[in-house]
T-cell receptor, first 116, second 111 residues
């Protein structure tokens, strides 16, 4: 296993279009997290899953954002009717049994969204 | 509320010690972390400390926790050019809950 994989790495879209990002976590990890990072800022929590259950969603997340993890493995993050303010790096991270004592997150390299 | 704050920049001379400071607001934070982000790479856990500890040392890294003041610091001894990165302070309530990150401190090394 090579780690957390995110696709696409970069997406350029026009305002108003929908975009979807995919995250494949480390295979034995049961928890999966989505974060958003803008330039000069730290990762901002969006949502997280334990297996297929979405346990928490940030209050800052608008209804245009939805995430799924249907089989408890990969996850998708969809942004509907994109706005220029959605431009950011979307980070996925996973955690599992090895991190149960520490909560360590393993991050992917991110999917960069540019909304024109 | 949950908030983690840290200074944005730190510049040190190669071979000196670097000290990166962080404050957090959530008194129920149980786990405190330092993550490192190198240019073009994902975040990686550098070290962590439990809230019932006040110090942790790991080779060149020393983490100090003042729980009363909600202050966390990371000291890097003998700073090298390879230590150039952004360092994020972070906290969580448990090993299975979300992690809240600070804005990051960019460490630059001068010769």
């Amino acid at each position: 296993d090579t780690g957390v994989s995110q696709n696409p790495r970069h997406k350029i879209t026009k305002r108003g279009q929908n975009v979807t990002f995919r995250c494949d976590p480390i295979s034995e990890h049961n928890r999966l997290y989505w974060y958003r990072q803008t330039l000069g800022q730290g990762p901002e929590f969006l949502t997280y899953f334990q297996n297929e259950a979405q346990l928490e969603k940030s209050r800052l997340l608008s209804d245009r954002f939805s995430a799924e993890r249907p089989k408890g493995s990969f996850s998708t993050l969809e942004i509907q009717r994109t706005e220029q303010g959605d431009s950011a790096m979307y980070l996925c991270a996973s955690s599992g049994p090895a991190g149960e004592n520490t909560g360590e997150l393993f991050f992917g390299e991110g999917s960069r969204l540019t909304v024109l | 509320g949950e908030d983690v704050e840290q200074s944005l920049f730190l510049s040190v001379r190669e071979g000196d010690s670097s000290v990166i400071n962080c404050t957090y607001t959530d008194s129920s934070s149980t786990y405190l972390y330092w993550y490192k982000q190198e240019p073009g790479a994902g975040l990686q856990l550098l070290t962590y400390i439990f809230s019932n500890m006040d110090m942790k040392q790991d080779q060149r890294l020393t983490v100090l926790l003042n729980k009363k003041d909600k202050h966390l610091s990371l000291r890097i001894a003998d700073t090298q050019t390879g230590d150039s990165a952004i360092y994020f302070c972070a906290e969580s309530h448990s090993s299975a809950s979300k992690i809240i990150f600070g804005s990051g401190t960019r460490l630059s090394i001068r010769p």
